[in-house]
Nanobody, 123 residues
Framework: QVQLEESGGGLAQTGGSLRLSCAAS????????MGWFRQPPGKKREFVAA????????NYASSVKGRFTISRDNAKNTVYLQMNSLKFEDTAVYYC????????????????WGKGTLVTVSS
C-alpha cells in the first residue's frame, strides 16, 4: 500500500521561504511522477507542481511558477517543494501525491493522499 508522509509546514512571513518534504513508500518510487497539491481554507484542492519519475521534467501551476521549485531524491524516496517569495494566498494544507505514470505534464495522480502539512503565511 502506498504511503505518503508530508512534513515541513509551519508559519512563514510574506516574502519568506519554506521547504516541504514528502516521504513515499509502498511502490517503486523512481518509476512514477510525483505531485504537490494544496487546499486553501474553504476551497477545493488544487494542483501546485509535478515532477517526472527521473526528475528531468517539471510542471507548475501559473500561480506558483517562478516562486516554487519541485525536486526529488530517488535514493531517498522523497519529493520536495521549495517555496520562496511566499504570499498570503499560499496559505493552505499541502499534500503530495503519487503519479499513475512517469510523466509530469500532463500530470495524472492516484486518488490517494497523505495527511498533509499546513502552511500559514502571515503579513
Amino acid at each position: 500500500q502506498v504511503q505518503l508522509e508530508e512534513s515541513g509546514g509551519g508559519l512563514a512571513q510574506t516574502g519568506g521561504s519554506l521547504r516541504l518534504s514528502c516521504a513515499a513508500s509502498g511502490r517503486t518510487f523512481s518509476n512514477y511522477a510525483m505531485g504537490w497539491f494544496r487546499q486553501p481554507p474553504g476551497k477545493k484542492r488544487e494542483f501546485v507542481a509535478a515532477i517526472s519519475s527521473s526528475g528531468g521534467s517539471t510542471n507548475y501551476a501559473s500561480s506558483v511558477k517562478g516562486r516554487f521549485t519541485i525536486s526529488r531524491d530517488n535514493a531517498k524516496n522523497t519529493v520536495y517543494l521549495q517555496m520562496n517569495s511566499l504570499k498570503f494566498e499560499d496559505t493552505a494544507v499541502y499534500y503530495c501525491n503519487g503519479g499513475t505514470g512517469a510523466g509530469a505534464a500532463p500530470y495524472s495522480g492516484m486518488n490517494y493522499w497523505g495527511k498533509g502539512t499546513l502552511v500559514t503565511v502571515s503579513s
